[in-house]
């Protein structure tokens, strides 16, 4: 079983919709990261959490550190959010990153 | 600079010769991270720099694999004797940490490897 577990690994939605993806991870953590890679593209850094919730624009994540759960939203989904999301913590033991094999959302005009 | 800068951004070797990538951290992090991506793989952890401190080398594949990083800045990657097996988005990150947690984690852009 992965540490970081993500799901869907696969989502498509219409342009519009409310799209939430999930992570969870069975070690503790200091912080847990969503990230951003558009095909062909680097790796942008969206959130670090360690508690309670953050807003950036259309985009709201969430953990309950209780439940090692994490939630990524994006409000009124456009194409341009196609990508894929992952989901990464940092373990209480060490400062390497463990990755979630990642969700791949496609958004449809 | 602003960000974590990678060179190059693409690099065509041929098989069995050596490699160097570079990451220029952003100013002021400490902690350097080296992770790779294969084809339709999730991201794995190769290295990790840390201040002064002795780097966790525990991600490298093989012995082919080395780093560096001078003077607490600049690191290079360096994979020797490349296989296509190499092949894959070699991703740099960086980070501000402190006693109480890493601030500030940002990832470069990325070197895509191919080995022909």
């Known amino acids: 079983k992965n540490e970081v577990e993500q799901s869907p690994q696969n989502l498509t939605a219409q342009e519009g919709e409310f799209i939430t993806i999930n992570c969870s991870y069975s070690?503790?953590?200091?912080?847990l990261h969503w990230l951003q890679q558009h095909p062909g593209g680097g790796i942008v850094s969206l959130f670090m959490l360690s508690s309670g919730k953050k807003k950036h624009g259309r985009l709201i994540a969430t953990i309950n550190i209780q439940e090692k759960h994490s939630s990524l939203h994006i409000t009124a989904s456009h194409p341009r959010d196609s990508a894929v999301y992952i989901c990464a913590v940092s373990p209480l033991v060490t400062d390497k990153l463990i990755f979630g094999t990642g969700t791949r959302l496609q958004v449809f005009p | 600079g602003a960000g974590v800068s990678q060179s190059p951004s693409n690099k065509v070797t041929e098989k069995g010769k050596d490699v160097e990538l570079r990451c220029d951290p952003i100013s002021g992090h400490t902690a350097l991270y080296w992770y790779r991506q294969s084809l339709g793989q999730g991201l794995e952890f190769l290295i990790y720099f840390q201040g002064n401190s002795a780097p966790d080398k525990s991600g490298l594949p093989s012995d082919r694999f080395s780093a560096e990083r001078t003077g607490g800045s600049v690191s290079t990657l360096t994979i020797q004797r490349t296989q296509q097996e190499d092949s894959a988005v070699y991703l740099c990150?960086?980070?501000?940490?402190?006693?109480?947690?890493?601030?500030?984690?940002?990832f470069g852009s990325g070197t895509r490897l191919t080995v022909v």
């Open positions: 990150a960086s980070s501000l940490f402190s006693g109480s947690g890493n601030y500030g984690y940002t």
């Open positions: 070690v503790g953590i200091s912080a």
